[in-house]
């Protein structure tokens, strides 16, 4: 699996992208010269787009930043009431909590961080962007 992620994110990474184009025409038995793109991204360290060339584990690392978090509320009993109570809540307020009173309730979302130009171009990459 890491060899087909590897080969996917070949542009971000410090690796040779025309080493493959190259392949039937280069000496099999002398190790690969480098490209000119290779190597500027090892002089510049950054991708034709601009974004910072990376070593795979990093590459890792700053995906792991990427999160889905599942927010839990609830809603417990006299909760309502007592909120509103503080805040001298209107009467539709006051109707509401009252209704909720001996119930308890829960509302769940989920949240996606926003991810990085890096990030997207990564996920593009692997064919997982827009992230749903």
């Given at each position: 699996?890491?060899?087909?992620?590897q080969?996917?994110?070949k542009?971000?990474?410090?690796?040779?992208?025309?080493?493959?184009?190259t392949?039937?025409?280069?000496?099999?038995?002398?190790?690969?010269?480098?490209?000119?793109?290779?190597?500027?991204?090892?002089?510049?360290?950054?991708?034709?787009?601009?974004?910072?060339?990376?070593?795979?584990?990093?590459?890792?690392?700053?995906?792991?930043?990427?999160?889905?978090?599942?927010?839990?509320?609830?809603?417990?009993?006299?909760?309502?009431?007592v909120?509103?109570?503080?805040?001298?809540?209107?009467?539709?307020l006051?109707?509401?909590?009252?209704?909720?009173?001996?119930?308890?309730?829960?509302?769940?979302?989920?949240?996606?961080?926003?991810?990085?130009?890096?990030?997207?171009?990564?996920?593009?990459?692997?064919?997982l962007y827009?992230?749903?």
């Open positions: 699996m890491e060899w087909h992620i080969g996917a994110w542009e971000l990474l410090f690796a040779d992208e025309e080493l493959d184009r392949r039937d025409t280069r000496d099999p038995v002398l190790p690969p010269e480098p490209s000119e793109s290779v190597l500027a991204k090892k002089k510049m360290h950054t991708t034709a787009d601009g974004l910072p060339v990376q070593s795979f584990a990093s590459l890792l690392e700053a995906m792991g930043t990427l999160t889905r978090n599942r927010c839990v509320m609830r809603l417990q009993e006299n909760t309502a009431k909120h509103t109570h503080k805040a001298k809540a209107t009467a539709p006051a109707k509401t909590a009252e209704a909720m009173k001996g119930n308890v309730e829960e509302a769940t979302f989920t949240v996606i961080s926003d991810a990085t130009p890096l990030q997207k171009r990564a996920l593009k990459l692997l064919g827009p992230v749903r």
